[in-house]
């Protein structure tokens, strides 16, 4: 690259990368749910919470590399605590009683008709 020369940026997403389950509870990565954050966070704190995450997200990465298990054991715990604090671990952040899916397979759950839909529209260019 000359020195004037840019990377051009990558294009700012208008929808999310994985698909959200209708209700915003779930996204799904691999047939399978991931809770979300919780919508109630002011977004204030929810950008100090994902920052947190990343932090501690390196951290994990870099006692990996190093080899300290010790600084792995206690970088994991760091990012269970933020997951919580953010919602997507721990109790969940409705309370109209419908039980917990995160981390199950979406097929085994109410959401496998819509998302079997969901993958058919795909299939035929629709999504």
Do not use: C
Request: net charge positive; aromatic share 8%; charged share 30%.
């Amino acid at each position: 690259m000359t020195g004037s020369a840019q990377r051009p940026q990558p294009a700012i997403r208008d929808q999310p990368q994985h698909p959200v389950t209708p209700d915003g509870r779930y996204f799904v990565v691999r047939g399978k749910l991931w809770r979300m954050p919780n919508p109630n966070l002011s977004p204030a704190k929810k950008s100090t919470l994902v920052s947190e995450l990343m932090k501690a997200r390196s951290a994990v990465r870099s006692a990996k590399l190093a080899g300290d298990q010790g600084e792995e054991a206690a970088a994991h715990r760091a990012v269970d605590i933020v997951k919580r604090e953010l919602g997507e671990r721990g109790p969940v952040w409705w309370s109209d009683g419908t039980p917990d899916f995160n981390r199950q397979a979406v097929k085994n759950t109410p959401y496998a008709k819509w998302y079997s839909g969901l993958r058919a529209s795909r299939r035929r260019g629709e999504g």
